[in-house]
């Protein structure tokens, strides 16, 4: 098993019992460049599941709380002028880290959203006409409540496209959520995490997972679900062509994580929901319908190749 893929038990059984999941969908993120968006409820441990990650993969962690008056700035930084040395300074903000967990997202104003564009999707952001690049890897982890309307900015489609990845934390099993009360908050815990790879280690897998064999038969099979999506009677707007190379992407990452050099059919049949399904948007009048459900019935009416 590849160095990334080897840390996964010692992170799920010390640190997040019952959150299996998660972790491998964020390293999945991780090793495709991709961005992870968290949407639960309060309380489940999703801002846990971001200092863990970045601790035991030894990577600089950032942290923005978004509210309705968050600046641009308040992201990217700012320049300020030095009296000392009579010249304009660059004071970095959080967004200049390997990690950068963006919590409560759809608080933020639609201009402070739109501000994360450019870092997501070009790794580098630009601060009064001058562009910096980001730091390598880099990632957004980002968070937002679904059962909450009052001062929300709904993300738009645009925004949702740049995330790899939508998942949920949800509850952990009955047994372990006791044990978990019982012991209380291992936020100290986790501050004293040793890396458990270096970031050269990363930095291969990273390249390691751009290698990964993809089949003509595994692509006409991505192909299929992709046009399957544009053509569903409930759909209005399919998987774009952006969307089928970023669950080929994450299928290599998960075939990687899993010791193989080539994809199967179940790499791509287990991220097709949290990698694309946020990426589909239905007719008006089915609005109502759960996108999800629909999404995994169209997964299912196509026919699986034989690896």
């Not at 010692?10 to 998660?22: A, Q």
């Not at 990577?59 to 992201?75: E, K, M």
């Not at 679900?225 to 053509?231: D, H």
């Not at 080539?262 to 319908?289: C, F, Q, T, W």
Request: include cysteine; glycine fraction near 8%.
């Amino acid at each position: 098993m590849n160095p990334i893929g080897r840390i996964i038990p010692t992170v799920v059984d010390t640190y997040l019992p019952g959150k299996e999941v998660p972790v491998r969908l964020t390293l999945i993120a991780l090793l495709s460049g991709g961005h992870l968006l968290v949407e639960d409820i309060p309380g489940l441990g999703k801002t846990t599941l971001a200092l863990t990650m970045a601790a035991t993969l030894g990577l600089s962690f950032g942290r923005v709380q978004c509210t309705s008056d968050l600046l641009p700035s308040d992201i990217t930084g700012l320049t300020v002028f030095d009296r000392e040395s009579g010249q304009f300074r660059l004071v970095k903000g959080p967004v200049f880290n390997n990690i950068l967990l963006v919590d409560e997202i759809n608080r933020a104003m639609p201009k402070t959203q739109s501000a994360l564009l450019e870092a997501m999707e070009e790794r580098r952001v630009t601060i009064d006409g001058v562009t910096y690049p980001l730091p390598e890897p880099f990632m957004v982890i980002a968070t937002q409540n679904p059962a909450e309307q009052v001062g929300t900015f709904p993300l738009p489609e645009s925004q949702m496209d740049r995330f790899l990845i939508r998942t949920g934390i949800g509850y952990p099993p009955p047994l372990i959520e006791k044990e978990i009360i019982r012991s209380g908050s291992n936020r100290e815990e986790i501050r004293a995490i040793r890396p458990l790879v270096d970031s050269e280690e990363i930095r291969a897998d990273i390249s390691l997972a751009r290698g990964v064999y993809l089949s003509e038969k595994l692509t006409d099979y991505l192909l299929a679900l992709l046009e399957a999506s544009r053509n569903h009677p409930l759909i209005q707007t399919g998987i774009s062509t952006r969307g089928g190379i970023c669950l080929a992407d994450a299928a290599r990452s998960r075939a990687l994580l899993a010791g193989r050099d080539y994809v199967i059919p179940e790499d791509i049949i287990e991220l097709a929901l949290p990698v694309a399904a946020h990426r589909i948007l239905l007719k008006s009048e089915n609005e109502g319908l759960d996108k999800e459900g629909v999404f995994q019935s169209l997964i299912a009416s196509i026919p699986v190749p034989l690896s």
